[in-house]
């Protein structure tokens, strides 16, 4: 971190963060090692994520930050040169320079930023489980739908998708031994159950669940068109990162969605991304603020996956940076992948405040001329403690600087610059308007509202082209003709037909998934292979 170079701005190989007795970078090519910002409310914290998106915009990096209180929105406008701020840079020996960075606003209510969406399917039942606080029964439940789903081709594109699948697994209690004749769901429950036991008050559970997400409003997260996550790795025309704000603040009124969200886009990152290993700069960074809701009430098996995504995920060139209060709301073993440290003051009045004070001393490499832990309770407003990775990635002992002035507006910025910053976005009206594709719950109302009519010849049955497929096979074997008892040679010849159909429509299917796009081919052409977080692992 210590340089003789007197020149403070950035480089095409580091960051110029602020300076003290020493001057502070944080090294490009280190950046994708992760980081954390620390500190008690009001102390600085956002005009550091500022100051670093900033740094890593210039360079040619895109930057994904939620922005919480809306005054990270600042970073659209043109800085002021107000009196604290240049008293500030002529202390440091800059000259302030205004600027302003390309922005793109998302909101997932679609309110003061382009919408974005997910569908269930890219979710998966782990991180919707979370988001769903569902007890371990639930979640096997749910599991059991999602495979299902999979394995009768039904895409589950938004909530009205998988309620009415859940609707469909729940078992039938109002008929005595229906079979395919009586109840066209039939099979699909009797595949759940093969999978376990499948109550109706369970899924009833869940289908309450389901309601009290939609009350919070996450059920305009889930739909297509589905968020391009390219879409955040763009450059301006002058090279430089474009700076993606997630407005977040109506957001964090349902902490869990809010967690899950961003824990849903960090795994479909490290999914979608190939192998990039040590870049000269990462492709993206992302800012994770009030990151200790992340980990708050986390099953140890979403924690585990959590660290191993944060381990693997710098070798895809993405940096991911952790702001919360204390350092002890990060788990250690999450901690120890966090090599960029920013540290601001942290007010030890609680027995909690004195262990978080001495956690975050210890975190640091000791500097023989600071004592850490008093430094900590004495940081002014602007002024912190860092340590950034420097040489061959190790850690630079502990300095205590003052943040360099962000070039770019501090606070909020009004509704008739973000309107105007909206029209004029790159991606706009590629996900201002929802889009209702043919998924589960059409394919499911087409076999009730078949079963309704049964025509004769059979042409009633849902499903799409596969029904079509499975009428025709059915057809020759002289089994959808609809009659009260079936004789033995008629179960047989039904059950043979069956067999048959699934064979053709599996290699059908294969072939349709090659050459068929989007959600729906995805699902139609293979099983939906979910990888750590939820997300599909696309090959």
């Known amino acids: 971190?210590?340089?003789?170079?007197?020149?403070?701005?950035?480089?095409?190989?580091?960051?110029?963060?602020?300076?003290?007795?020493?001057?502070?970078?944080?090294?490009?090519?280190?950046?994708?090692?992760?980081?954390?910002?620390?500190?008690?409310?009001?102390?600085?914290?956002?005009?550091?994520?500022?100051?670093?998106?900033?740094?890593?915009?210039?360079?040619?990096?895109?930057?994904?930050?939620?922005?919480?209180?809306?005054?990270?929105?600042?970073?659209?406008?043109?800085?002021?040169?107000?009196?604290?701020?240049?008293?500030?840079?002529?202390?440091?020996?800059?000259?302030?320079?205004?600027?302003?960075?390309?922005?793109?606003?998302?909101?997932?209510?679609?309110?003061?930023?382009?919408?974005?969406?997910?569908?269930?399917?890219?979710?998966?039942?782990?991180?919707?489980?979370?988001?769903?606080?569902?007890?371990?029964?639930?979640?096997?439940?749910?599991?059991?739908?999602?495979?299902?789903?999979?394995?009768?081709?039904?895409?589950?594109?938004?909530?009205?998708?998988?309620?009415?699948?859940?609707?469909?697994?729940?078992?039938?209690?109002?008929?005595?031994?229906?079979?395919?004749?009586?109840?066209?769901?039939?099979?699909?429950?009797?595949?759940?159950?093969?999978?376990?036991?499948?109550?109706?008050?369970?899924?009833?559970?869940?289908?309450?669940?389901?309601?009290?997400?939609?009350?919070?409003?996450?059920?305009?997260?889930?739909?297509?068109?589905?968020?391009?996550?390219?879409?955040?790795?763009?450059?301006?025309?002058?090279?430089?990162?474009?700076?993606?704000?997630?407005?977040?603040?109506?957001?964090?009124?349902?902490?869990?969605?809010?967690?899950?969200?961003?824990?849903?886009?960090?795994?479909?990152?490290?999914?979608?991304?190939?192998?990039?290993?040590?870049?000269?700069?990462?492709?993206?960074?992302?800012?994770?603020?009030?990151?200790?809701?992340?980990?708050?009430?986390?099953?140890?098996?979403?924690?585990?996956?959590?660290?191993?995504?944060?381990?693997?995920?710098?070798?895809?060139?993405?940096?991911?940076?952790?702001?919360t209060q204390n350092p002890i709301d990060v788990p250690d073993k999450v901690l120890a992948q966090l090599g960029n440290r920013v540290q601001h003051a942290l007010r030890a009045f609680t027995p909690r405040d004195q262990k978080a004070v001495a956690a975050a001393a210890q975190t640091f490499r000791p500097n023989p001329k600071l004592d850490t832990a008093r430094v900590i309770m004495e940081l002014a407003k602007g002024e912190a403690l860092v340590s950034f990775l420097e040489g061959g990635g190790t850690p630079s002992m502990v300095e205590r600087i003052m943040v360099r002035p962000p070039s770019a507006r501090i606070g909020p910025i009004t509704p008739e610059e973000r309107k105007a910053i909206m029209d004029a976005s790159p991606v706009k009206g590629k996900y201002d308007t929802a889009v209702d594709a043919e998924s589960a719950y059409e394919i499911i109302q087409k076999r009730l509202s078949g079963a309704a009519a049964a025509p004769a010849d059979g042409g009633g049955e849902g499903g799409g082209i596969l029904g079509q497929i499975g009428s025709i096979a059915a057809t020759i074997f002289g089994t959808n003709v609809k009659r009260g008892r079936l004789s033995t040679g008629q179960v047989i010849a039904r059950n043979v037909t069956r067999s048959v159909t699934d064979k053709v429509i599996g290699g059908v299917v294969a072939d349709l998934g090659k050459s068929v796009g989007g959600s729906v081919g995805g699902s139609i052409g293979r099983a939906l292979v979910r990888g750590a977080l939820g997300g599909i692992l696309r090959r």
């Open 1 to 323: 971190m210590a340089t003789s170079d007197n020149t403070l701005a950035d480089t095409d190989e580091k960051i110029f963060i602020g300076k003290g007795e020493e001057t502070a970078w944080l090294t490009l090519a280190l950046a994708n090692r992760h980081g954390l910002v620390t500190g008690a409310t009001g102390t600085g914290k956002t005009v550091s994520l500022q100051v670093m998106a900033e740094g890593f915009a210039r360079a040619g990096v895109p930057v994904f930050a939620a922005d919480i209180k809306g005054d990270l929105s600042g970073i659209s406008e043109i800085g002021e040169a107000k009196d604290f701020i240049v008293k500030r840079a002529k202390d440091m020996g800059l000259t302030f320079q205004p600027d302003q960075f390309s922005t793109v606003f998302w909101d997932v209510f679609g309110e003061q930023g382009h919408p974005v969406r997910a569908t269930v399917t890219e979710m998966g039942p782990l991180l919707l489980s979370r988001m769903l606080d569902l007890n371990d029964v639930q979640e096997g439940v749910l599991n059991v739908a999602f495979r299902v789903a999979d394995e009768n081709g039904l895409t589950l594109i938004d909530m009205k998708d998988l309620r009415a699948l859940l609707d469909a697994i729940a078992p039938n209690g109002s008929k005595k031994a229906a079979d395919d004749e009586e109840d066209p769901l039939a099979p699909i429950r009797k595949a759940a159950q093969g999978y376990g036991n499948v109550s109706k008050a369970t899924v009833g559970t869940i289908q309450r669940q389901l309601l009290v997400l939609e009350n919070q409003g996450g059920a305009k997260f889930f739909g297509e068109p589905a968020l391009t996550l390219k879409d955040f790795m763009r450059t301006d025309r002058d090279g430089r990162g474009m700076v993606n704000i997630l407005v977040a603040d109506k957001l964090m009124q349902s902490p869990r969605l809010y967690a899950t969200f961003l824990l849903w886009m960090l795994s479909e990152l490290f999914e979608e991304l190939p192998e990039a290993g040590d870049l000269p700069k990462p492709k993206l960074v992302f800012f994770f603020d009030e990151a200790h809701l992340l980990f708050t009430d986390a099953p140890k098996a979403l924690m585990d996956k959590i660290e191993q995504v944060v381990r693997l995920i710098r070798s895809k060139g993405v940096g991911v940076y952790f702001v």
